[in-house]
């Protein structure tokens, strides 16, 4: 069987003792004056306008944030881009030794020529992991943005404005184009 507790009396507390509760007194409603109504209006049109300017403010940070992270991911993806454009001089420098490479040569410079060769390999697959691309342009139609044309030739092999020779070889680092590749486009020869 369950005990009870004692209740305990409650005490009342004489007014204007320490931990008495405050009488309530009734409080008039404010009379709204047509000043009183002009003030409440004007702060009321500057809580709006203070509002509209934190959703602005608030949005012109957002977009800050986004584009900040944004333009760091792109410098992170294109950080290399000093170092490759020094680089690809190099790459022409290989293949123009390669090229100069005369068939039919005894085997110390057959030797020498197959170790450019395999240097020039190495550096190009190294490149290419970092985001280096060519840009092959013969036997394709100009394209003023990967292409540079220096020259046209008269051709019937090959119709107006395509690639027919390919001076300079073009790069991209990933989509952004580095150095476009030089070309001589087909023209129609005059009747």
């Known amino acids: 069987m369950k005990k009870k507790e004692p209740e305990m009396k409650k005490q009342a507390i004489a007014p204007g003792t320490p931990g008495a509760p405050e009488p309530l007194v009734p409080v008039k409603p404010a009379e709204l004056t047509p000043e009183r109504l002009e003030e409440l209006e004007q702060q009321a049109a500057r809580a709006e306008e203070n509002w509209d300017r934190l959703v602005r403010v608030t949005a012109d940070f957002d977009n800050f944030k986004k584009r900040a992270a944004r333009e760091k991911q792109e410098a992170i993806k294109f950080a290399n881009e000093a170092l490759l454009q020094k680089l690809i001089p190099v790459l022409d420098h290989f293949d123009m030794a390669l090229a100069a490479a005369q068939p039919g040569q005894d085997a110390a410079a057959q030797s020498l020529q197959k170790g450019i060769s395999m240097v ?10 970092a985001g280096l691309e060519e840009v092959d342009a013969t036997g394709k139609p100009f394209d003023p943005n990967f292409h540079e044309a220096v020259s046209q030739r008269e051709t019937t092999n090959a119709p107006e404005g395509q690639v027919v020779q390919q001076l300079r070889k073009g790069y991209k680092l990933r989509e952004r184009l580095l150095r476009a590749a030089s070309v001589i486009t087909a023209k129609q020869p005059t009747a």
């Not at 390999?121 to 992991?129: S, Y």
């Open 120 to 129: 020039c390999q190495q550096l190009k697959a190294a490149l290419a992991e």
